[in-house]
């Protein structure tokens, strides 16, 4: 009698990893204020509210921009255009004279991201077993929690508390969940992400004084936890297995 013979893959795992980008987050974190802010909407017939009814009917790319500027005053500086008129403006050019080169542009907000990141608490954190295996690859996840810092800029005082207080409602009100594209391993996916504590957002004043000029502004600080996925490729091996004697399976 013959014996029972078939083939089969051993799975050899990489030592070698990556994680996926943080950066995958930022536009994930970003897509997801911009919807917030594409269903802004205005009935009052206030001639007030003129610049806020200008900033909803303003495309997207035009108010809301992903950029490292700690302070609004050089955000705006580096909103009024070219590296000449940049510099004229950082040689102390008139609050004024910025108003009127960049009026037409604001408000606008504008967030970045804080350099670092933290693991979410134990008690947030994904199963110990949640494991992706590919074809590929295998992927474990855990929950990572990092920092954005938002601004909302304008030289009307009404306009910027208008849109901070917009802003806030969604994000005390509605859902804070959303999904980031990501990428690892040559496989495209998504990762879960959340603001943690909504409730406890605020929007603070960061507006200049009067003796350096008049603009106005309002910056909250938002942490997001999120999936941090490593992964580590593997390498299947075929492999021969066959039934011996007594049932016992041999390779």
């Known amino acids: 009698m013959q014996p029972i013979k078939w083939t089969g893959y051993r799975l050899e795992e990489s030592q070698q990893y990556e994680t996926t980008s943080l950066i995958d987050h ?3 974190f970003g897509n997801f204020l911009a919807e917030k802010i594409a269903r802004f909407k205005v009935t009052s017939s206030n001639n007030r509210d003129k610049a806020l009814k200008e900033f909803i009917a303003s ?3 035009e108010k809301f921009f992903l950029g490292q500027y700690e302070e609004p005053k050089t955000f705006l500086q580096a909103l009024a255009g070219s590296k ?3 510099k004229r403006i950082l040689n102390d050019e008139s609050f004024s004279q910025l108003h009127k080169r960049i009026n037409k542009r604001t408000p606008v907000v504008y967030f970045y991201r804080g350099v670092g990141i933290r693991p979410a608490q134990p ?5 110990q077993n949640d494991r992706i295996i590919t074809d590929k690859s295998i992927n474990e996840v855990f929950k990572g929690e990092f920092d954005y810092t938002l601004f909302v800029v304008g030289f009307d005082q009404n306009t910027v508390d208008r849109i901070s207080t917009l802003l806030l409602s969604s994000l005390y009100l509605e859902g804070c969940h959303y999904k980031p594209n990501t990428h690892i391993n040559g496989l495209s996916g998504t990762l879960d992400a959340e603001v943690v504590e909504p409730h406890l957002i605020s929007f603070d004043p960061a507006s200049t004084s009067t003796t350096e000029g008049r603009f106005f502004a309002t910056t909250t600080m938002i942490t997001v936890r999120g999936d941090v996925i490593q992964g580590r490729e593997i390498t299947p091996h075929e492999v021969t297995y066959q039934l011996a004697e007594h049932g016992r399976v041999m390779r």
């Not at 008690?123 to 199963?127: F, R, Y």
Request: net charge negative; proline share 7%.
């Open 123 to 127: 008690e947030d954190q994904v199963s």
């Open 84 to 86: 000449v008129a940049r």
């Open 26 to 28: 930022d536009f994930g």
């Open 59 to 61: 495309p997207i790319e």
